[in-house]
């Protein structure tokens, strides 16, 4: 039976298997499921491209990273356009990178991007411990999104995109080679949010408890009634 899209990432998921319609359970239609899948695939494609060089990666590949990863976490980016204008920035990041691969018409994994249908395609023991550290970095890079926007960043967080991204696209790494980089997407993911606290307390102080009235202000509500009845 021909699926017009796989997802199965939340918990909404048609029958506890994964959405495979035209559209999934919350909404998302299938073009954008696939749009997501081809960005997922070339954020794997820059950290293969990116291999061996990650310390030296300009600031614009952690941003589309992380803008990239976010945008793939459940009910979060629904716009095609704006799917669309991140793959575009992936790819360019990526072409900055191995410029001379773009001249090579022979694949390698240095200039093509990584086809996910493998990933949902694959033993259940792979395809289960590549989705945790796919879905675990997903929300990490929400996380670190946030975190950045507020002008936070840690090396060590955004090195591990990379690895774990890098991870995803290895066709013959078993439970072997795959279960401590889920180990480590936990413990990775607790640096992030000890990132994000920090940015956030420092930015904008520590929360305090503060006394809310849970009265109704009743003038308030017929003036608004008012202004309403004017506008008619």
């Known amino acids: 039976m021909k699926q017009n899209m796989f997802c199965f990432q939340c918990e909404q998921t048609a029958g506890c298997t994964g959405c495979t319609g035209s559209a999934g359970v919350c909404g998302k239609r299938a073009d954008t499921a696939e749009l997501q899948d081809r960005l997922t695939g070339k954020l794997i494609g820059l950290a293969r491209a990116s291999f061996g060089n990650e310390d030296i990666l300009p600031e614009a590949a952690g941003q589309i990273v992380r803008e990239g990863l976010f945008a793939g976490v459940t009910n979060v980016n629904f716009d095609n356009a704006s799917l669309t204008a991140l ?59 946030h975190a950045a926007v507020l002008g936070y960043t840690d090396p060590e967080v955004d090195r591990f995109f990379y690895k774990a991204l890098f991870a995803g696209g290895m066709e013959d790494w078993g439970m072997e080679e795959l279960l401590p980089i889920v180990l480590e997407t936990g413990a990775v993911n607790l640096k992030c949010m000890a990132l994000l606290d920090k940015a956030n307390t420092e930015t904008y102080g520590d929360p305090v408890p503060t006394e809310v009235s849970l009265c109704v202000d009743v003038s308030a509500n017929d003036k608004m009634k008012e202004n309403a009845e004017e506008k008619m």
């Open 87 to 145: 793959l575009h920035r992936a790819e360019e990041v990526k072409r900055q990178l191995v410029p001379l691969c773009y001249d090579c018409s022979s694949a390698c994994g240095k200039n093509d991007d990584y086809d996910m249908k493998r990933l949902w395609s694959a033993g259940e023991d792979v395809r289960s411990l590549k989705s945790l550290i796919l879905f675990g970095i997903r929300g990490m890079a929400a996380y670190a999104y």
